[in-house]
Each structure stands twice: as C-alpha cells, then as structure tokens.
C-alpha cells in the first residue's frame, strides 16, 4: 500500500480529515506549551502543525518511513525534528519527550505492541502516550462506504473494518495496558468533511493512496466503472455537495512515575 504521495494528494484523500482530527484529538489527550512532543507516523503533519502551535514548533519532533511526507511535513512545520524512520526504531533517547502521540497510523504498523513500546521508551517517566484510528466499522463513511460498494462487486475485496486492528475503543484499551501504561483513558472523536460533488470524493481514490487508493488502482476499467456507480449509488447519487461524518477512536494513558 502506498504513502508516497504529496501533501496537496493526500490532503485531498485523508487529510481533509486528518487536519480537523489533529485538532479534536490533542485536545483530548492535552499538552502544554514548552513541553516535547513527538509525532509517530507524521504524513504530511496535520498533527505536528497543531502540536507546534500549542507546544512551539522546536519542542516537536515527527518521524515517518515515506520520503515524500517527510519532506512535506518538513517543510510545513520548518523548527520541528522530523526524521524518516519507522515506528519500531525512533531515533531518540529513552525518555526524551513529555508527550507521544500517533494519528492513525497504529493499524498500519507491521508490530504495533512494538511500536507501543518504542513510544513508550521514548516517553519521561509520567508523561503521556496517546494515539487514535478510524472506527472502520461503522463511522469512518467515507471508507465504509467505499469497501461496502467494492464488496457490492467483489465479494473478496478487501475491507479495512475487517483487516485491521485497534479500530475499537476497547482494542486501544487493551493495547495500551498491556503496554504497561497507567490512567488508561479512550473516547470516539468526530469530525467531517464537505466534498463539493460525487467526483471531489471519488477522484482522490485513484491516486493511489492507502489501502482504498491501492484497492481502486488495482481494478481494470470495467471494474472500476462498477466500484465508481456502486459508491455513487451507495452515497444516495448526489447531485452537488454533501457531508461525511467521521468517528475516530482514541486512548491516552500515562508512563508509570
Ligand atoms: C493514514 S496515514 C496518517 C498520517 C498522519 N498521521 C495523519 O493523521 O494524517 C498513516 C501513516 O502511517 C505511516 N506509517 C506506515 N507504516 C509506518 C511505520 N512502520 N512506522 C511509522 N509510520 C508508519 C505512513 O507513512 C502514513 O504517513
């Protein structure tokens, strides 16, 4: 599946959600200005521009594995750390920052009781590890119904509901105490984007990002005229704009002191 992308493709894809969600999302899990925070799984730094704001942009650090986001949230938030490294192998010394946060990128980790524990060991001792995903299932619409129309023509097509993992308030839960992490807390956040017409939400599929995008790019012409007519069918044929609804789940919980 593919991250390589610009921001200006993923904003229209995921960020038009991430954005509004980096904010709902630190303000669940807290921070003050002057602490360390560091981004895990930056992309092109929705989170890392609010963390900046509210911490200072030289207290922030962000790491990602995609070159191309990297560089985006690089040059989006310029006094910020950003490395390109995996979740597993953060470069920074035990116990450097106050505040690790991860937005939607947990289910996208090849060993995410790993990558916990990198953040973990990161993390001062009484500071505070917080990460959010997508509630597939039910309230992520913009993906829930892309795969519930791919599933409408193909009855093997994938569905991130089904092949992903901590997309529950509860799965977080268990993660982050298994982890070790004390004042385990979670709540569902919403947010929601406006697509101008049908074609603003089904034309950035087919850039090819993230498991829906790699789904889409995937099909043959005739295939991919079907997934098209059973989305639009499925968003009730919309003849202009319209609103989806998103639900994230999020859990924050505490190094022990
Ligand atoms: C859905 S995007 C979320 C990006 C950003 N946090 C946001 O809220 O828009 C998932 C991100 O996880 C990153 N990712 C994938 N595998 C990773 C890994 N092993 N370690 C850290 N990040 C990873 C991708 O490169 C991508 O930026």
Redesign the pocket.
Same mark, same amino acid.
Request: charged fraction near 5%; include cysteine; proline fraction near 10%.
């Given at each position: 599946m593919s991250?390589d992308a610009s921001r200006s493709a993923y904003d229209r894809y995921? *960020?038009r959600y991430?954005n509004q %969600?980096?904010a709902a999302f630190l303000s669940f899990v807290g921070g003050e200005p002057g602490q360390r925070a560091l981004d895990? *799984?930056? *992309?092109?730094g929705?989170?890392t521009e609010v963390l900046a704001t509210g911490l200072g942009g030289e207290h922030v650090a962000a790491?990602?594995?995609?070159e191309s986001?990297v560089v985006a949230c690089s040059a989006r938030v310029p006094e910020a750390d950003v490395r390109r490294v995996?979740?597993?192998d953060l470069p920074w010394d035990d116990m450097t920052f106050d505040l690790v946060v991860s937005? %939607?990128?947990l289910n996208? %980790?090849?060993d995410a009781e790993a990558?916990a524990a990198e953040m973990l060991r990161v993390t001062r001792p009484g500071g505070t590890i917080a990460a959010c995903t997508w509630d597939y299932a039910d309230g992520m619409t913009m993906l829930r119904t892309f795969w519930d129309a791919a599933r409408d023509i193909d009855a093997g097509a994938t569905d991130e509901a089904r092949t992903m993992r901590f997309t529950t308030e509860r799965e977080l839960a268990e993660l982050w105490e298994s982890a070790g992490l004390t004042d385990v807390r979670t709540r569902s956040l919403e947010v929601s984007t406006t697509y101008v017409d049908f074609d603003d939400y089904w034309q950035p599929f087919l850039l090819g990002i *993230?498991p829906g995008g790699a789904y889409a790019t995937s099909l043959d012409v005739e295939r991919l005229a079907q997934l098209r007519a059973a989305c639009f069918e499925r968003l009730g044929r919309p003849g202009d704009s319209f609103t989806l609804a998103a639900r994230a789940v999020a859990v924050s919980g505490q190094r022990a002191g």
């Open positions: 991250f995921m *960020g991430s %969600l980096a895990v *799984g930056c *992309g092109p929705a989170l790491a990602d594995p995609s986001f995996a979740a597993a937005q %939607l990128v996208f %980790l090849p990558g *993230g």
